[in-house]
């Protein structure tokens, strides 16, 4: 990822990238006996102009857990087919880019489920989306979870939108 895109954790603060990656291999590092899930989740709000959130969490399940979170700006989202496009993109990218920098840390992703948190569910008007959505995030290889278990994007990172 560029080095000018930055993560917010409410306890350290401001993050790159990588440092956000050496957080979560910390944080596991630190008791690497217990078992881990790693949730990349994005929800946006707005029409037209749009304030999309991206977060990432690192559960250690039992025990807590830690998170951190981005919002960007995105012009010209006017459905909202749109807008979930957008949220489960920037879900997709920031995964991929994650297993990008933890793929040499073999031994920690051995220790953590990874699963996609996409903001849709089977009330309301995202439910005709549900096919095509998780069949697009099972098609990159990864777990996907709806609503009402969408914690990661419903939750974490509709709190900063």
């Given at each position: 990822?560029?080095?000018?895109?930055y993560y917010f954790n409410p306890t350290i603060?401001?993050?790159s990238f990588d440092q956000?990656?050496?957080?979560?291999?910390?944080?596991?590092?630190?008791?690497?006996?217990?078992?881990y899930q790693i949730v990349v989740g994005s929800d946006s709000e707005?029409?037209?102009?749009?304030?999309?959130?991206?977060?990432?969490?690192?559960?250690r399940f039992g025990c807590g857990a830690r998170y951190f979170w981005r919002k960007v700006k995105k012009q010209n989202i006017?459905?909202?087919?749109?807008?979930?496009y957008e949220e489960v993109n920037f879900s997709i990218e920031t995964t991929i880019k994650l297993f990008e920098l933890l793929g040499k840390y073999q031994k920690i992703l051995s220790q953590c489920q990874t699963e996609i948190h996409v903001d849709i569910g089977?009330?309301?008007?995202?439910r005709e989306m549900i096919?095509?959505?998780t069949g697009m995030v099972h098609s990159?290889?990864?777990?996907?979870?709806?609503?009402?278990y969408s914690f990661g994007a419903s939750n974490v990172a509709d709190r900063h939108v």
């Open positions: 990822m560029r080095s000018d895109i603060g401001q993050l956000v990656v050496d957080q979560i291999i910390k944080f596991i590092s630190d008791d690497f006996d217990k078992k707005g029409r037209g102009e749009i304030d999309l959130v991206n977060a990432i969490i690192i559960h006017n459905s909202l087919r749109q807008k979930i089977e009330n309301g008007r995202t096919k095509e959505i990159y290889g990864f777990l996907v979870k709806t609503k009402p």
